[in-house]
C-alpha cells in the first residue's frame, strides 16, 4: 500500500529540489535529508522526507504508471462544470476567476440554497481544484495518543469537566503505533493528537518526536498550546508541521466558549509557529452557537490570512455531557459550502476532508472530496484507544480496523480519478 509517490531528483536549486513525477516536475524542500540528483525521494507537504531505494522506486513506479495517467483522466472528466446556474449565481462565479469577491458576494455564496446554484458552486471548486492541484490527494494518518485534556471547551466531549474514561499512550506505545503506521500501512506524513496535557512534559514530547520522525515522515503536531520555547526544541528534533485550529474568528464567540483562553494569543502563536517554519494547517468550527455568515465567511479569510498548507475545518457535532449537547446541528450543506467558497477565495490551499464531516453521513466524505477538497485523514490510534477519544460521538471509522478504513479510502480516492499521494509543493 502506497501514499505516496516516488519522485526522481532531476536538478537542485540550493535548497530547492525539483523532482520528476512521470515528467511532470514538481519543487520540494531538500534541507530535511538532503538527498542528491538521481536519487528517488518522498516528498510531503513540500517538504523531501526520505529517500527510497531505486529498486523500490523502481517497482512502485511501474505500479503506478498507466494507473497515474488513468487516474488522472477520469479526474479531469469528473470536474468539468456541467451545470449553469441563475444568471445572478453564474455571474458571482464567474468572478471568481477574474477578480476579489467582496464580502457581501462571499455571504451571499454561503447563503445559497438553489438546487442548481449549490451544484454550480460545488462543480466550479471542484474544477478549480483540479486545475491547480491535479489528482493528488494527500492522505495523512493520525494517532490520538492522549484523551486528557485542561481546558474546559463548552463544545468538545473530552473536555476537562467531561466524565469519561481517560487514557494515555506511553512513549513506546506512540513510536510503535507510528512504525506500524509507516511499515506496515506506508504512511509518509502523521499527526500526532492529543488534548492539552501536560502529562507529556517538553523533555517526553521531545523523545516522542525524536524517534518518530526518524521514521522519514512529515511529522504534525496537534497538541494545543504550549509555549514557543517548547515548539521550537520540538522543530529541531524533527517536527515540521503544526495543526492548531483557532476555532472561531468571532471573539465574542471564542471567549464564551473556550473559557480562560485567548483569541489574540491564539493567533499569535500560529503565526509565530510558521514563522519558525511549521508548515501550518489550521481553521474553525462550523455552527457554534451564536454564529452566523459573516462568522463564518471571517473565518475563511482568517484562515486564509495565516497562510496554511491546509485548512482544517469541520461541523460541530454536539457531544453528550457538555453544555452544547442540545444544540442543533448543522446542516452537510453549509460545511460543503464552506469547503467551496474556501477553494475559490484560496486556489493554492490543501483543504481537508474532516473526520467530523465524514461523521454526518457516508456520503459526506465524497461530497466534501468534489466540492474543492483534496486531502484526508485516516485514524490509526489502536482501536482500544480511538473508541475513547470522543471529541464527538459516532466518529466515522471509530470501529473500523486500519486496513478497513485504508481500502474503503483508496477504493473511493480510485473511483473519482484521485491518487492518494503527495508531490510537493
Ligand atoms: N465536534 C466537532 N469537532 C470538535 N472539536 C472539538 N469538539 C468538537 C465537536 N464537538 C475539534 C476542535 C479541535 C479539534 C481537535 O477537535 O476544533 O480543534
Ligand atoms: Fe481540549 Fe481541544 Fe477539547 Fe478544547 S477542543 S477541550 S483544547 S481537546
Not at 517497482?59 to 479531469?76: A, P, T, V, Y
Request: charged letters at 30%.
Amino acid at each position: 500500500m502506497c501514499y505516496a509517490i516516488p519522485g526522481k531528483i532531476v536538478e537542485l536549486q540550493g535548497k530547492i529540489a525539483i523532482i520528476d513525477y512521470f515528467g511532470e516536475k514538481r519543487k520540494a524542500i531538500n534541507d530535511f535529508i538532503e538527498a542528491r540528483i538521481g536519487e528517488y525521494v518522498y516528498a510531503q507537504g513540500g517538504l523531501v522526507v526520505a529517500k527510497v531505494p531505486k529498486k523500490k522506486a523502481e517497482e512502485i513506479l511501474n505500479f503506478w504508471k498507466n494507473r497515474f495517467f488513468e487516474l488522472k483522466s477520469l479526474d479531469k472528466r469528473m470536474s468539468e462544470v456541467k451545470v449553469k446556474g441563475s444568471p445572478k449565481f453564474l455571474y458571482l462565479i464567474e468572478k471568481t476567476t477574474k477578480s476579489e469577491l467582496t464580502k457581501k458576494e462571499m455571504i451571499e455564496i454561503i447563503k445559497t440554497n438553489r438546487e442548481n446554484d449549490l451544484k454550480l458552486l460545488f462543480e466550479t471548486a471542484n474544477n478549480i481544484r483540479q486545475r491547480f492541484h491535479g489528482n493528488s490527494c494527500c492522505v495523512h494518518g493520525i494517532i490520538e495518543f492522549s484523551n486528557y485534556c485542561e481546558n474546559n471547551c463548552f463544545y468538545c466531549g473530552i473536555r476537562k469537566d467531561s466524565k469519561i474514561k481517560r487514557y494515555r499512550m506511553s512513549i513506546k506505545e506512540i513510536v510503535e503505533t507510528a512504525k506500524e503506521a509507516v511499515k506496515k500501512y506506508g504512511f509518509k506524513s502523521l499527526v500526532l493528537q492529543s488534548g492539552e496535557d501536560f502529562w507529556y512534559t517538553e523533555e517526553k514530547l521531545l523523545r516522542i518526536v525524536k524517534e518518530t520522525s526518524k521514521l522519514g515522515i512529515l511529522l504534525f503536531l496537534s497538541i494545543g498550546e504550549r509555549s514557543e520555547k517548547t515548539y521550537e526544541k520540538l522543530y529541531n528534533a524533527g517536527a515540521r508541521g503544526v495543526l492548531l485550529r483557532f476555532e472561531t474568528s468571532n471573539e465574542k464567540i471564542f471567549k464564551k466558549l473556550r473559557p480562560g483562553k485567548s483569541l489574540k494569543k491564539r493567533i499569535s502563536l500560529i503565526k509565530n509557529l510558521r514563522n519558525m517554519g511549521y508548515i501550518i494547517a489550521t481553521g474553525f468550527l462550523i455552527g457554534l452557537p451564536g454564529e452566523s455568515e459573516k462568522d463564518i465567511v471571517n473565518n475563511i479569510l482568517l484562515t486564509k490570512k495565516l497562510k496554511p498548507e491546509m485548512y482544517s475545518f469541520g461541523p460541530m457535532i454536539p457531544a453528550k455531557n457538555t453544555p452544547l449537547e442540545n444544540h442543533k446541528q448543522v446542516d452537510k450543506n453549509l460545511v460543503l459550502k464552506t469547503i467551496a467558497l474556501s477553494r475559490l477565495i484560496d486556489k493554492k490551499a490543501k483543504i481537508l476532508v474532516t473526520t467530523a464531516l465524514e461523521t454526518l453521513d457516508k456520503n459526506a466524505k465524497k461530497q466534501g472530496l468534489l466540492s474543492g477538497a483534496n486531502s484526508l485523514m485516516i485514524n490509526v490510534t489502536p482501536l482500544k484507544y480511538r473508541r475513547l477519544y470522543g471529541i464527538y460521538p459516532n466518529r466515522a471509522g471509530s470501529d473500523k480496523e486500519i486496513d478497513e478504513n485504508i481500502k474503503e479510502t483508496v477504493d473511493l480516492l480510485y473511483s473519482l480519478g484521485r491518487a492518494p499521494t503527495d508531490l510537493g509543493l
